[in-house]
């Protein structure tokens, strides 16, 4: 007997630390989230179905039983007049209501509880957690923890964490973390991150992927951002900011920005590097660098780059190089500013500064020096030097074993050459060609 009235006393206070194990046996599929659901899919399954005909002897439409309204507080989608219905059933029938109370507690403990609200320390699960907002310290399962809502400390489990709306601290689990929109600390995994909106400090996993990344950094072996990356660093073997990188670096074995690794010239420039450095083996931006250097085997910006130095121990290239130096093996670009150094340097277009080629250099109109080997342009305005040079049109000097220039003071020389061409720009016309006319107060116009 005091067996009996010792737990008579003590159930309240049990129920209060520790609530039921759940005994639904149904699983609503709706139920929880699925961030990987498409729109057109939540949408769809979000739509109200028509409600059944009524069965002979069951109750009317207009009789609602309290199943259908703890649906509806569930979230499930029912037929708007049965909830009209429902509510007129209350009002007038039912005076006290119906409706399932909250599932506030300190703790809960269960196998596979399905949850609507919990706001306590803590949830645990032995298989599979869902709640559709939680409100508290922690929650923790075994396999799976879904939340609809989940505002606190840590989304823990050893299988896989997945939430619409994450706010607070940490999801942390062994094989996958998923959140549509995340705002904490961060995520935390051996395998897969993965969030739409990320604002926190890290994702940290083998591979992170985010569609808008602000925070700190991204740290994994394959790193990933499909819009845009507003923070500190890309840290891994392979970095891709697929929109835009603003931060301080990108650093792995492969860096790249923009939507491809290696691409053509992107019209309009959509996206861009802006920060400090690229570094590693492979480092590319498909559309525009701005920043202080962009270093690896192979560096490569598809637009314009803006720095100090792009160097490609292999190959340096850019559409549009300003800088101080591009230096590799083969530095190549449409138009330079600055130091082009390495064992071929060609500019396609225009070069303003200095050509150092070891074997050769190439422009098709150079404003500065071609200092190499071999050194070709079709028009010079400055120095040429090296063993061979040629160009159609010189104004300056040829310092070479054979210098060759159209308009030179002779077309071909040894070891030195001059160019005096009276036209200094190819848009200006020759003055024979000019037509002049007289006023009627004597004075002459060219046109």
């Keep these: 007997m005091r067996l009996n009235h010792l737990l008579a006393s003590f159930a309240p206070v049990a129920l209060l630390l520790l609530s039921s194990v759940d005994a639904h046996a149904d699983e609503e599929s709706s139920f929880g989230t699925t961030p990987a659901r498409s729109k057109a899919q939540m949408q769809e399954q979000a739509r109200p179905q028509p409600a059944a005909p ?18 509806e507080s569930d979230g499930v989608a029912v037929d708007s007049q049965q909830a009209y219905d429902s509510d007129t059933n209350r ?8 409706d399932p109370p909250g599932d506030w507690a300190v703790l809960h403990a269960g196998l596979r509880p399905k949850l609507g609200t919990f ?3 803590a949830t645990f699960a032995l298989a599979h957690a869902r709640t559709e907002r939680f409100y508290g310290g922690f929650s923790l399962s075994a396999v799976r923890n879904d939340a609809g809502t989940h505002i606190g400390l840590a989304q823990i489990a050893l299988g896989r964490n997945l939430s619409d709306s994450f706010g607070g601290g940490v999801q942390l689990s062994i094989t996958e973390n998923r959140a549509r929109n995340f705002t904490g600390i961060g995520q935390t995994a051996l395998a897969y991150n993965r969030s ?15 569609r808008t990344f602000t925070g700190v950094s991204q740290l994994g072996l394959y790193n990933r951002t499909d819009k845009q990356f507003a923070g500190a660093a890309q840290i891994g073997a392979f970095n891709h900011s697929r929109g835009d990188f603003i931060g301080i670096a990108q650093i792995g074995a492969v860096n790249a920005t923009g939507p491809q690794v290696f691409g053509e010239k992107e019209s309009g420039g959509k996206h861009a590097f802006v920060g400090i450095a690229q570094a590693g083996v492979v480092s590319t931006a498909h559309g525009n660098f701005y ?18 130095v792009q160097l490609g121990a292999l190959g340096a290239g850019a559409g549009s190089f300003h800088g101080l130096a591009q230096t590799g093996l083969v530095a190549i670009s449409k138009e330079s500013i600055g130091l082009q ?12 500064g200095i050509q150092l080629g070891a074997l050769a250099n190439y422009a098709k109109h150079v404003d500065g020096a071609q200092i190499g080997v071999a050194n070709l342009a079709e028009r010079v305005r400055g120095v040429q030097v090296g063993l061979f040079n040629h160009t159609k049109s010189l104004r300056g000097v040829q310092i070479g074993l054979a210098n060759h220039a159209e308009d030179g003071v002779l077309p071909w020389t040894a070891l030195l050459n001059f160019g005096f061409g ?3 720009d190819d848009s200006e016309p020759d003055f024979d060609h000019r037509q002049v006319k007289v006023g009627r107060n004597g004075t002459r116009r060219d046109y």
């Excluded at 009524?54 to 649906?71: E, H, L």
């Design 54 to 71: 009524p069965q002979a002897g069951s109750p009317s439409a207009t009789q609602a039983t309290p199943m259908s309204i703890a649906a």
């Design 91 to 98: 009002r007038y029938n039912a005076p006290i209501a119906t």
């Design 119 to 121: 706001g306590g320390i």
């Design 196 to 210: 739409l909106d990320m604002v926190g400090v890290t994702q940290l996993a083998a591979f992170n992927r985010a």
């Design 291 to 308: 920043g202080l250097a962009q270093v690896g085997a192979s560096a490569f910006t598809s637009n314009d780059f803006r720095g100090l």
């Design 341 to 352: 150094i390495g064992g071929g340097a060609v500019a396609l277009e225009e070069h303003t």
């Design 422 to 424: 009276d036209v200094d």
